[in-house]
T-cell receptor
Framework: DAGVTQSPTHLIKTRGQHVTLRCSPI?????VSWYQQVLGQGPQFIFQYYEKEERGRGNFPDRFSARQFPNYSSELNVNALLLGDSALYLC?????????????FGPGTRLTVL | DAKTTQPNSMESNEEEPVHLPCNHS???????IHWYRQLPSQGPEYVIH???SNVNNRMASLAIAEDRKSSTLILHRATLRDAAVYYC????????????FGKGTKLSVKP
């Protein structure tokens, strides 16, 4: 079975641009979470979606937005990119949005903002 | 979620046991103790979790102190593939599912 997939794997943008990152969860998983990992730090929670509804949001500005589609895939959008948005963006899926459920992570999208 | 404290780094020799400590003195009665690890250039992966009793699975064992203020992840025979950053995370039972990561412990394994 395929694990969590993310696209693209790498991306280079310039300041002020917009970016869309995509995630496909494991088949049967209905919850998708997004995390940002800056070099040398642990991942930081951005959003969680379950059944197409936002279930949680971390401490990130409104430039960050996300959505989940009927097939449970998800997109993370970041507007007006800043240099500080350069990071590894991780997507994780789980069966439900509960803390009882293990989260399965994808390999991430490496975003570089110049 | 309550906070955890882990050493920044640890070293081990290949094929020897490794004990990775985690302090969580402010843990509440409903907090589960989860461990994830992140291999180089990969996303984190689940290792093990427990509430009160010690737990074993194919990857590791989790030893939980009687007062639950600390726990230890045990890798019985470290391999080079176990070199990773190990994160100890507390998750409130029944709460929404996001994980709160600290800096974790970077484990190096020497051949």
């Amino acid at each position: 079975d395929a694990g969590v997939t993310q696209s693209p794997t790498h991306l280079i943008k310039t300041r002020g641009q917009h970016v869309t990152l995509r995630c496909s969860p494991i088949s049967g998983h209905k919850s998708v979470s997004w995390y940002q990992q800056v070099l040398g730090q642990g991942p930081q929670f951005i959003f969680q979606y379950y059944e197409k509804e936002e279930r949680g949001r971390g401490n990130f500005p409104d430039r960050f937005s996300a959505r989940q589609f009927p097939n449970y895939s998800s997109e993370l959008n970041v507007n007006a990119l800043l240099l500080g948005d350069s990071a590894l963006y991780l997507c994780a899926s789980s069966f439900r949005d509960s803390s009882y459920n293990e989260q399965f992570f994808g390999p991430g999208t490496r975003l570089t903002v110049l | 979620d309550a906070k955890t404290t882990q050493p920044n780094s640890m070293e081990s020799n290949e094929e020897e046991p490794v004990h990775l400590p985690c302090n969580h003195s402010t843990i509440s009665g409903t907090d589960y103790i989860h461990w994830y690890r992140q291999l180089p250039s990969q996303g984190p992966e689940y290792v093990i979790h427990g509430l009160t009793s010690n737990v074993n699975n194919r990857m590791a064992s989790l030893a939980i102190a009687e007062d639950r203020k600390s726990s230890t992840l045990i890798l019985h025979r470290a391999t080079l593939r176990d070199a990773a950053v190990y994160y100890c995370i507390l998750r409130e039972g029944g709460s929404q599912g996001n994980l709160i990561f600290g800096k974790g412990t970077k484990l190096s394994v020497k051949p």
